[in-house]
């Protein structure tokens, strides 16, 4: 093979693998564009409760309720951003005649949040995402007297780790109390791929010879 002939098969190599590393960017960036967007689909989950009688013999139970997820497309259009608001209600009871008299018990509820890929160092193929995988999530503040709840939540996600998010505490002044959130916002960048969240809700109560803590959880949804 003469000398010209050999640069113009090197050429021709060259530009073939430049345009198959374009067309796989592109089959890149169409993905995530497209599990980017989003939908504006709300999703309504049944309420559940999970009951256990305590070695005290109290009755606890744990009840999630009124929850909902709705996924929404991303306010800056980004492919590398989830978006969407949740709802929920969690609440505690205390019932039964216990040996001993329970001593402090709370509430706590919130979602659990993961990221399926962090794409913060950059994906193959020459394409890129933002510099961080960040969650953000704010609401505002609780209106139940006693509920303990920060306005504002920001974390650093992971790949293939997940986030426990909690929404508040309330605590158990009597045989039951709850605490609710309505249209939490949450936001995920950096991520490529699905955005899964997962309600529970905690209720623990001590005696002055055990402590217990019940937990029930919702079904996955994603972002």
Same mark, same amino acid.
């Given at each position: 093979?003469?000398?010209?002939?050999?640069?113009?098969?090197? &050429?021709?190599? =060259?530009? /073939? #693998? !430049?345009? +198959? *590393?374009? $067309?796989?960017?592109?089959?890149?960036?169409?993905?995530?564009?497209?599990?980017?967007?989003?939908?504006?689909?709300?999703?309504?989950?049944?309420?559940?409760?999970?009951?256990?009688?305590?070695?005290?013999?109290?009755?606890?139970?744990?009840?999630?309720?009124?929850?909902?997820?709705?996924?929404?497309?991303?306010?800056?259009?980004?492919?590398?951003?989830?978006?969407?608001?949740?709802?929920?209600?969690?609440? &505690?009871?205390? =019932?039964? /005649? #216990? !040996?001993? +008299? *329970?001593? $402090?018990?709370?509430?706590?509820?919130?979602?659990?949040?993961?990221?399926?890929?962090?794409?913060?160092?950059?994906?193959?193929?020459?394409?890129?995402?933002?510099?961080?995988?960040?969650?953000?999530?704010?609401?505002?503040?609780?209106?139940?007297?006693?509920?303990?709840?920060?306005?504002?939540?920001?974390?650093?996600?992971?790949?293939?780790?997940?986030?426990?998010?909690?929404?508040?505490?309330?605590?158990?002044?009597?045989?039951?109390?709850?605490?609710?959130?309505?249209?939490?916002?949450?936001?995920?960048?950096?991520?490529?791929?699905?955005?899964?969240?997962?309600?529970?809700?905690?209720?623990?109560?001590?005696?002055?010879?055990?402590?217990?803590?019940?937990?029930?959880?919702?079904?996955?949804?994603?972002?």
């Amino acid at each position: 093979m003469d000398t010209a002939m050999f640069m113009h098969w090197g &050429g021709l190599q =060259t530009n /073939a #693998g !430049r345009h +198959a *590393v374009t $067309a796989a960017a592109a089959v890149v960036v169409g993905l995530a564009a497209g599990v980017g967007a989003g939908t504006a689909a709300a999703a309504t989950f049944p309420d559940h409760q999970v009951s256990k009688t305590t070695a005290d013999g109290w009755r606890v139970t744990a009840i999630k309720a009124d929850e909902k997820v709705r996924s929404v497309a991303p306010l800056n259009q980004s492919p590398w951003t989830r978006e969407g608001f949740l709802s929920l209600r969690g609440e &505690g009871r205390i =019932t039964g /005649a #216990g !040996r001993i +008299a *329970v001593s $402090a018990g709370t509430v706590t509820s919130g979602f659990q949040i993961g990221c399926n890929t962090d794409v913060t160092s950059g994906v193959t193929l020459g394409v890129t995402a933002g510099p961080t995988a960040q969650m953000s999530i704010s609401w505002p503040p609780a209106l139940i007297v006693g509920a303990q709840a920060s306005g504002n939540i920001s974390t650093t996600l992971k790949p293939g780790t997940i986030a426990d998010i909690p929404f508040g505490t309330k605590k158990l002044a009597g045989p039951s109390a709850g605490l609710t959130v309505d249209g939490v916002h949450v936001k995920v960048d950096g991520c490529l791929g699905p955005v899964a969240v997962r309600s529970y809700v905690t209720v623990a109560i001590s005696t002055p010879t055990n402590d217990n803590t019940i937990n029930v959880y919702g079904q996955p949804h994603y972002l």
